[in-house]
């Protein structure tokens, strides 16, 4: 397993303004994704974070509005531009290895766009 | 795209009885995984199943993977408050992918 830590824990950010989410894990591994959640609801890829290349969004997710960065093998970001309150929602990244296929979750960041 | 549904979407309990959540779909998965999220928190990893029929038991709980690999249930004896979360199924469909296709989540509370 793995520890993984998401920095801010929680943000309340004005509409048209940008956060960027930080995801830092313990220990090297393969694969990063983001994903987002609306409080009691289940989870939504929006994209696998590959390291040293430009991120796989899934439908209905794009770079110009989630930028994703992964710099190395224990981090990665995550920022939500241009926000709206749309955007006002839990973003969670997650770690996974090639030799498994079980996904380790950050605590997740709640964001509040007014 | 591959929907897994889950049943109940709601479940309240009085601690100590029994109770099974359900994860089905049209769609094939290689392997299954169910997780337990608190308020506050990220999901954390309860099991994996890989083979169709496969049962696995950790303490009360006991999951089991359909034959053809399709649908899961988790099954929960004499219930405690401590089991009070959102539980998720995610499938897995294509073997070493890693990309995880949720289910609709399960809201249990346990009232003591």
């Known amino acids: 397993s793995a520890v993984i830590s998401q920095k801010p824990s929680r943000d309340i950010c004005q509409r048209g303004t940008s956060l960027t989410i930080q995801c830092q894990v313990d220990?090297?591994?393969?694969?990063m994704f983001w994903y987002r959640q609306q409080p009691g609801q289940s989870l939504t890829l929006i994209a696998t974070a590959n390291q040293g290349s430009e991120a796989t969004y899934e439908s209905g997710f794009v770079i110009d509005k989630f930028p994703i960065s992964r710099p190395n093998l224990t981090f990665s970001t995550l920022t939500v531009s241009n926000m709206s309150p749309e955007d006002s929602s839990i973003y969670l990244c997650?770690?996974?290895?090639?030799?498994?296929?079980?996904?380790?979750f950050g605590p997740g960041t709640r964001l509040t766009v007014t | 795209t591959q929907l897994l549904e889950q049943s109940p979407q709601f479940l309240s309990i009085q601690e100590g009885e029994n109770l099974t959540v359900y994860c089905n779909s049209s769609s094939v998965f290689s392997s299954l995984q169910w997780y337990r999220q608190e308020p506050g928190e990220g999901p954390v990893l309860l099991v994996t199943v890989v083979t169709g029929g496969e049962v696995k038991k950790l303490k009360r709980l006991t999951f089991q993977f359909g034959d053809a690999r399709k649908d899961s249930s988790l099954h929960i004896t004499a219930a405690q408050p401590g089991d009070t979360g959102l539980y998720l199924c995610?499938?897995?469909?294509?073997?070493?992918?890693?990309?995880?296709?949720f289910g609709t989540g399960t809201r249990l509370t346990i009232i003591p």
């Open positions: 997650s770690a996974a290895w090639t030799a498994t296929y079980e996904q380790y």
């Open positions: 220990s090297q591994v393969t694969m």
């Open positions: 995610a499938g897995e469909s294509n073997f070493g992918n890693e990309k995880l296709t």
